[in-house]
């Protein structure tokens, strides 16, 4: 049976780990996160993709690394600075809260342990800042 990487341990983990956080829940994409930003600093964390590897069997018995990708969406707001300018430094403090929570971490005994991938600022509007990190994990799937 195959076993597919699910954002609620992620999420639950923010939960649990990261106390800085008014709001930690799951989204489809930027856009549904967007839409549900009342409180800040908030964490979405939305599934990016997944990657196989090639069968490393020459046998009827498929077996394959399988890399997930998933991101945690971060929003903090500063109401005291337009620009911007302190919201960047709070973004600094949430995101090695939630880097310390999930790099290295083993979502469960399938999964090897969570690396970080990359960051990026997705957008600033209304002193509303977001920034997406990216992470990866792998499992091997293999038929039977």
Same mark, same amino acid.
Request: proline fraction near 3%; glycine fraction near 6%.
């Given at each position: ?18 106390? $800085? ?37 020459? /046998? ?7 890399? /997930? ?14 620009? $911007? !300018? ?17 790099? $290295?971490?083993?979502?469960? /005994? !399938?999964?090897?342990?969570? !690396?970080?991938?990359? $960051? ?13 990190? !990216? ?10």
């Amino acid at each position: 049976m195959i076993t597919l990487f699910d954002c609620q341990w992620i999420i639950s983990r923010l939960k649990t780990q990261v106390s $800085g956080l008014k709001l930690v829940a799951g989204a489809a994409d930027l856009a549904s996160a967007s839409a549900d930003l009342k409180q800040t600093p908030s964490a979405f964390v939305i599934p990016v993709g997944d990657r196989a590897s090639g069968n490393r069997t020459g /046998t009827m018995v498929v077996s394959q690394n399988n890399v /997930t990708r998933f991101a945690v969406i971060l929003a903090v707001q500063n109401l005291r600075d337009p620009r $911007g !300018e302190k919201a960047k430094s709070d973004l600094r403090i949430v995101r090695a809260s939630v880097c310390n929570a999930l790099h $290295g971490w083993q979502p469960n /005994t !399938e999964f090897d342990p969570v !690396e970080y991938s990359q $960051g990026r600022l997705l957008r600033m509007t209304n002193q509303v800042l977001l920034w997406q990190d !990216e992470f990866a994990t792998s499992h091997e799937i293999r038929s039977l």
